[in-house]
T-cell receptor
Framework: EAGVAQSPRYKIIEKRQSVAFWCNPI?????LYWYQQILGQGPKLLIQ????????DSQLPKDRFSAERLKGVDSTLKIQPAKLEDSAVYLC?????????????FGEGSRLTVL | GNSVTQMEGPVTLSEEAFLTINCTYT??????LFWYVQYPGEGLQLLLK?????DKGSNKGFEATYRKETTSFHLEKGSVQVSDSAVYFC??????????FGDGTTLTVKP
C-alpha cells in the first residue's frame, strides 16, 4: 500500500514570495490534515478535511494561507505572501475516517525555508 | 482547548537502561491516546495506541497505559537500544478526529 506522498521535499523562497505544497493521501482515506511543525515543536494543525469539505481551519492564518481538496483526494496548501516565521516543515497526514480511534498516517513532509 | 505536556528533553541514556517519558493531557470527551515516533530523516509513524481507560498499548518493547484518573499516558521501555534514538510525540485523538501533539521528547541512546 502506497503511503502519503508529499512534494516538494524542500523549498527555499524569499519573504513575500508564494509557495505551494501538494499531498496525495493513502487511497480510500477520507480525512486529510495539514500540520505545521516548527523546529523543536510538535506538529500544529492548520486544517482538517473530511472528503472535500473543511472540518476545522480555525488555526489557519487565512490572510496568507489557503488549502483545497477539490475532488476529495489530493490537496494543495498555499502560502502567499510568505513570512520569515513560516519557515517550518509542512506535514500532510491522512486517516480512514476522523473518528476517535483514527491512526494518522504521515508523509515525509515539505521543509520550507523563508529567507 | 486540548493540550499535551510532555517530559522535556533531550534525554540521553546508555544502552539497556530503563526509559520513561511522561505525558499528561487535557482533551474534550474521551480521547484515544497515541505515541508517535520520528526516526532521524523519516516521517512520523505510529508507535502504539490505547483507546480506553486502563488499556495498555505496546509495540517494539515500548508500553503505555491509559490512565483516565490522572489523564496520563507515560511511555516506558525496560531496555533501550541505540536504534530507539528518535523523537517521541504523545498525541490524544478526540472523537471529532483531532490530534493534538506534544512538543516531542528527543531520546539519544549511547552504546
Amino acid at each position: 500500500e502506497a503511503g502519503v506522498a508529499q512534494s516538494p521535499r524542500y523549498k527555499i523562497i524569499e519573504k513575500r514570495q508564494s509557495v505551494a505544497f501538494w499531498c496525495n493521501p493513502i487511497s480510500g482515506h477520507a480525512t486529510l490534515y495539514w500540520y505545521q511543525q516548527i523546529l523543536g515543536q510538535g506538529p500544529k494543525l492548520l486544517i482538517q478535511f473530511q472528503n472535500n469539505g473543511v472540518v476545522d481551519d480555525s488555526q489557519l492564518p487565512k490572510d496568507r494561507f489557503s488549502a483545497e481538496r477539490l475532488k476529495g483526494v489530493d490537496s494543495t496548501l498555499k502560502i502567499q505572501p510568505a513570512k520569515l516565521e513560516d519557515s517550518a516543515v509542512y506535514l500532510c497526514a491522512s486517516s480512514w475516517q476522523g473518528g476517535g480511534t483514527g491512526e494518522l498516517f504521515f508523509g515525509e513532509g515539505s521543509r520550507l525555508t523563508v529567507l | 482547548g486540548n493540550s499535551v505536556t510532555q517530559m522535556e528533553g533531550p534525554v540521553t541514556l546508555s544502552e539497556e537502561a530503563f526509559l520513561t517519558i511522561n505525558c499528561t493531557y487535557t482533551a474534550t470527551g474521551y480521547p484515544s491516546l497515541f505515541w508517535y515516533v520520528q526516526y532521524p530523516g523519516e516521517g512520523l509513524q505510529l508507535l502504539l495506541k490505547a483507546t480506553k481507560a486502563d488499556d495498555k498499548g505496546s509495540n517494539k518493547g515500548f508500553e503505555a497505559t491509559y490512565r483516565k484518573e490522572t489523564t496520563s499516558f507515560h511511555l516506558e521501555k525496560g531496555s533501550v537500544q541505540v536504534s530507539d534514538s528518535a523523537v517521541y510525540f504523545c498525541a490524544p485523538h478526540t472523537n471529532a478526529g483531532k490530534s493534538t501533539f506534544g512538543d516531542g521528547t528527543t531520546l539519544t541512546v549511547k552504546p
